[in-house]
């Protein structure tokens, strides 16, 4: 008979998880990266359309469809003893459709302590709580390193066009921004990924603009334009991943974030 551990998982759900799990299905690309850097290649058994690293393994693996629009009958068809989602990042109705007959332990991350405290959960339930320790303890290390300016620079961080869309104060971006020392100039603590105007881009008057390179792929033209709409803001290409991604992507992100202020500062 196989053991069990009972867990609880972001939502406040109690499930009974067989541990360690052999058959982890991932639903987001990051996790997908992360259960490899817990040591788990030969349990992780698919992988979204979207997952991109670790490279020259993962595309071995059956492919389940976006984050949003997960292939469930294929996951079915896999069998799994663990599926790992986020309440954000998957699609509610696919997910309630499996909790029906797999386990299935949903995150919810919107700041820095929680990405590090998802990380330490996700090793208790894989049985890689060492691995899991490591990596937050580095993060840790990399993050204080960050140089932080007596004053917080404003900053508006984009991730779609037509609609403009930022991100709100209410986001695990927004947590990243603040570690760099950024000041989001949209006020409301609740507010989430609202559209914006070129009137209202205006009136916020960021003094930084960052043009992530995810959901909406912003590139140099995308530049430009929002230049013309504020002459006086620095506008700034981003690696969208290194703000959003909130497993062990964070080991890379903290010298990312280093030197993407040293460029700020001489510009």
């Given at each position: 008979m196989a053991d069990f551990i009972t867990v609880t998982d972001d939502l406040g759900r109690e499930l009974n998880i067989p541990f360690p799990p052999k058959r982890i299905v991932p639903a987001v690309p990051s996790t997908t990266e992360f259960l490899f850097d817990l040591g788990l290649e030969g349990k992780v058994i698919s992988r979204t359309k979207f997952c991109r690293y670790p490279k020259g393994k993962i595309e071995r693996l059956p492919n389940i469809g976006g984050p949003k629009n997960l292939y469930v009958d294929k996951i079915d068809l896999l069998n799994p003893d663990l599926i790992l989602v986020n309440e954000e990042e998957n699609n509610k109705a696919q997910v309630e459709a499996l909790m029906e007959s797999f386990p299935v332990y949903v995150s919810k991350v919107r700041n820095y302590?929680?990405?590090?405290?998802?990380?330490?959960?996700?090793?208790?339930?894989?049985?890689?709580?060492?691995?899991?320790?490591?990596?937050?303890?580095?993060?840790?290390?990399?993050?204080?390193?960050?140089?932080?300016?007596?004053?917080?620079?404003?900053?508006?961080?984009?991730?779609?066009?037509?609609?403009?869309?930022?991100?709100?104060?209410?986001?695990?971006?927004?947590?990243?921004?603040?570690?760099?020392?950024?000041?989001?100039?949209?006020?409301?603590?609740?507010?989430?990924?609202?559209?914006?105007?070129?009137?209202?881009?205006?009136?916020?008057n960021p003094e930084l603009v960052l043009l992530s390179s995810e959901p909406y792929p912003f590139e140099e033209s995308n530049k430009k334009e929002i230049e013309a709409i504020l002459p006086d803001a620095k506008i700034e290409l981003v690696d969208g991943e290194m703000f959003s991604w909130y497993e062990s992507h964070m080991l890379q992100a903290a010298n990312y974030f280093i030197n993407l202020i040293k460029k700020i500062k001489t510009e």
């Open positions: 302590e929680e990405a590090l405290q998802n990380i330490l959960n996700t090793g208790k339930i894989t049985g890689t709580e060492p691995k899991a320790f490591e990596i937050t303890n580095k993060i840790r290390a990399n993050f204080a390193k960050i140089p932080k300016g007596e004053k917080p620079v404003k900053v508006l961080y984009m991730v779609w066009r037509n609609p403009y869309m930022a991100v709100g104060r209410n986001s695990f971006v927004n947590s990243m921004l603040e570690m760099c020392g950024f000041e989001n100039v949209l006020a409301d603590p609740h507010g989430r990924y609202p559209n914006l105007s070129e009137e209202q881009l205006k009136e916020l």
